[in-house]
C-alpha cells in the first residue's frame, strides 16, 4: 500500500496539481488585495460609503443585515473567476487549439475503413469449414 501512495505522490500530475493550487491561492490573494484595496472603495464611494460592506446594511428586531458584505463576496468572486478564466483557461484553449491544429492527420490507409473489416470477416467466414 506505500508503495501505490509513493507512486501516486511522484506521478507528474500529482504534483503538477499541488503547484496548480498554489499558484492559484497566490493569484487569488492577489487579485483580491486589488479589488479589495482598489476597485471595491471606487463602487463605494458611488454610494457614498468607506467600503462596499457598508452598503445596504438595515436590522430587523435586532438582526443586523447587510446586503453590501454579500455584494462584496460576490464582487470578489466574480473578479477572481474573470482574472482566472482571461488569464490562465483562455490562453490554455488557445494553445490546445494551435496545438491540436498542428498535429498531423491521422493517415486513412493504416486504419481500415468499417466496410474493409466487414469484408474481412466475410471473408474469414467463407474459408471456414463448414459444419
Sequence with gaps: ??????????????????????????????????????????????????????????TVNGAEFSIGLVLDALFTFLTVAAAVYFMVVAPLNALAARRKKDEPAPD???????????????DALKARPSA
Design 1 to 58: 500500500m506505500i508503495q501505490g501512495f509513493k507512486a501516486f505522490i511522484t506521478r507528474g500530475n500529482v504534483v503538477d496539481l499541488a503547484v496548480a493550487v498554489v499558484i492559484g491561492t497566490a493569484f487569488t490573494a492577489v487579485v483580491t488585495a486589488i479589488v479589495t484595496g482598489v476597485i471595491t472603495p471606487l463602487v463605494a464611494a458611488i454610494f457614498g460609503e468607506p467600503d462596499l460592506t457598508s452598503v445596504g446594511n438595515f
Design 108 to 122: 486513412e490507409a493504416v486504419s481500415p475503413t468499417e466496410i474493409e473489416l466487414l469484408t474481412e470477416i466475410r
